[in-house]
C-alpha cells in the first residue's frame, strides 16, 4: 500500500522528531515511542482495549475476559503501567478485608488507543468502503 506524499505539518518539518514536541512537554519522544511500542502487542492492546472501552478492572475480570494466566496478564499489566498508559490503583471495599487492585487507563491510554490504533481500523474500514468495486 502506498503512503500519501502530499501529507505535510502545517509549517516548517524539523530535521529532528523531537522538534514536534511543545517546549514544556510532560514526555520525551522516547517515552511516547515506548507507549506505542507497547500497545504493538496482541495482548496489552486488548486489556488497554478493555479499560478503555469498559472502565476500570480488576486483575480477575480481566483474567475472564481474556482468558489468559495470572502470570501472562501482570506481566503485559507491569508493562503498561511501567509506559503510563494504565495505572494501578488498590483501594479497600466496604466490609471486605484488605485491599483490592484495580486498573485503569490513563489519558494517553486513552488517547494511543482511541486516536492511535483504534482510528487507523476506522481508517482502514473507510478506505475500504470508498474503494469497493462490489457496491457500484
Request: proline share 3%; charged share 30%.
Amino acid at each position: 500500500m502506498a503512503t500519501d506524499q502530499t501529507r505535510r505539518f502545517d509549517g516548517d518539518v524539523p530535521d529532528d522528531p523531537a522538534d514536534l514536541l511543545p517546549e514544556e512537554s510532560v514526555l520525551d519522544l522516547d517515552e511516547y515511542l515506548d507507549m506505542h511500542a507497547a500497545v504493538g502487542h496482541r495482548t496489552r492492546y486488548e486489556i488497554l482495549y478493555r479499560l478503555v472501552h469498559g472502565g476500570e478492572m480488576s486483575p480477575k475480570e480481566l483474567e475472564d475476559a481474556l482468558e489468559i494466566d495470572d502470570s501472562t496478564l501482570h506481566y503485559h499489566l507491569n508493562k503498561l503501567v511501567d509506559v503510563g498508559l494504565v495505572e494501578k490503583r488498590q483501594r479497600t471495599e466496604r466490609g471486605q478485608g484488605g485491599l483490592y487492585t484495580y486498573y485503569r487507563a490513563t489519558v494517553f491510554g486513552d488517547v494511543t488507543l482511541t486516536d492511535g490504533v483504534d482510528e487507523l481500523i476506522r481508517g482502514e474500514q473507510t478506505f475500504s468502503e470508498l474503494y469497493d468495486s462490489s457496491t457500484a
